[in-house]
């Protein structure tokens, strides 16, 4: 008797794992025929069924339960019409075993168009000439070298694990390349390139000790004025002013154009950037809202900007994307005047970087009670991503509730 109990135990865990799977009234089904595992399927009022060379066991259903997920996944992808072919084709994909990995990396290439030459050499494969500079090769790289090897990782989960060894936890490098060779084994699985054994695990199952988040520092608008009068290049003051003034992120400033809709002529940023966690999306371009700095005689600074992106005013040479920041930071690393703001960011444990001249716009727009939903949307993000990061500028009211019993207490 305890030893029919405890095979219920695994029957039941194994069904629940796989009910979870394939989702509330799926049609889909395990049961046992002949002592080994069967697949079922009601799909248009229709039954299937198919008996898997797998024992009807808890070592059985161990190696059965990623097959049988990437059977479900071919015959909902429109891949396959039937039941059997969905089996046949994981069947096919599962038993390759010589794998051309250079090969099945030049395929799956054609199928992440968003990433350029640069972004695929920095962040996702290196041919043999590019690794002889390369510091740490990307990570599909790194699992090629594990998949070469006599004793190969023998599941998704191993090969990830070991092939995300050489980033830091928490590093920005760690998160891209979790994503890129995530995202690599579910089509090499799904496209029947690689055995199903090799379907990657949920990202939360792969460890990734986030690094505290450094708070940035918001420059003042005094603080800016400073470093524009410090500023010998006029065209780097022209840098400063622009991103004070409309919020920008440093990569925004080569994409500022012009428009008239006829309500008048406005500020546009033209940038498009990914949007965090949503495969394929990007940021739209927007309107920009000019928020001026205000000098010490408390009046708001014009500098003309409008007129001056109209005229076509150079900037400096800034490279692109994120080598704008980079750029901006070599260049401030010898400046007496920014070294000063940076410790005074230090002091309260925050960071002065290029950003900052963004953040400042994010705490003047709050200062001035703006609601979120706008500042973000002349910010160009989501309120979610706005209150993530800028969240410590909304005013709590806490301070004005105090300071309004302290006055009557007077």
Not at 58 to 75: L, P, T
Not at 154 to 182: C, F, Y
Request: proline share 6%; with cysteine.
């Amino acid at each position: 008797m305890p030893q029919t109990k405890k095979k219920e135990e695994w029957v039941k865990h194994y069904k629940d794992q796989l009910r979870e799977f394939f989702g509330k009234g799926s049609g889909w089904y395990v049961s046992q025929s002949a002592g080994n595992i069967k697949l079922e399927v009601i799909s248009n009022g229709k039954k299937q069924s198919r008996t898997l060379p797998y024992e009807w066991s808890k070592s059985g259903f161990a190696v059965a339960v990623e097959e049988i997920k990437q059977i479900f996944k071919r015959f909902h992808s429109g891949e396959t019409k039937t039941l059997a072919a969905a089996c046949d084709i994981t069947s096919a994909s599962n038993s390759t075993t010589e794998i051309k990995w250079a090969d099945l990396v030049l395929d799956y290439r054609k199928f992440v168009p968003q990433a350029n030459d640069k972004t695929w050499k920095n962040n996702y494969y290196k041919t043999a000439k590019e690794l002889k500079t390369a510091k740490v090769p990307p990570v599909l790289n790194q699992a090629e070298t594990l998949m070469d090897k006599k004793k190969k990782p023998s599941n998704g989960t191993d090969l990830m694990m070991q092939a995300l060894e050489p980033w830091e936890h928490g590093s920005r490098a760690m998160q891209i390349s979790r994503r890129v060779l995530k995202a690599f084994l579910e089509w090499a699985v799904l496209n029947g390139k690689l055995p199903a054994v090799y379907a990657p695990p949920p990202l939360s199952a792969i460890p990734n000790i986030l690094n505290k988040k450094k708070i940035g520092y918001a420059l003042s608008d005094l603080q800016i004025l400073s470093l524009i009068e410090d500023e010998p290049d006029e065209k780097w003051k022209y840098v400063y002013q622009l991103l004070a003034t409309f919020g920008l992120r440093p990569a925004e400033l080569e994409y500022l154009v012009v428009k008239d809709d006829g309500q008048g002529e406005e500020v546009w940023s033209m940038y498009e950037k990914s949007m965090g966690g949503k495969k394929g999306e990007r940021t739209e371009p927007r309107e920009l809202c000019p928020l001026p700095l205000i000098g010490a005689n408390g009046k708001a600074v014009d500098f003309k900007l409008l007129e001056r992106i109209k005229l076509g005013e150079d900037l400096p040479y800034l490279g692109r994307g994120r080598e704008v920041a980079m750029t901006m930071n070599t260049r401030f690393r010898r400046w007496d005047l920014w070294k000063r703001y940076r410790k005074e960011a230090e002091r309260i444990k925050q960071v002065c970087v290029p950003y900052s001249f963004r953040h400042r716009y994010a705490k003047a727009s709050h200062s001035k009670g703006f609601p979120i939903p706008n500042i973000a949307e002349s910010m160009g993000h989501t309120p979610e991503v706005h209150m993530q990061n800028y969240a410590r500028f909304k005013p709590s009211g806490t301070k004005e509730m105090y300071k309004k019993a302290n006055e009557l207490a007077a």
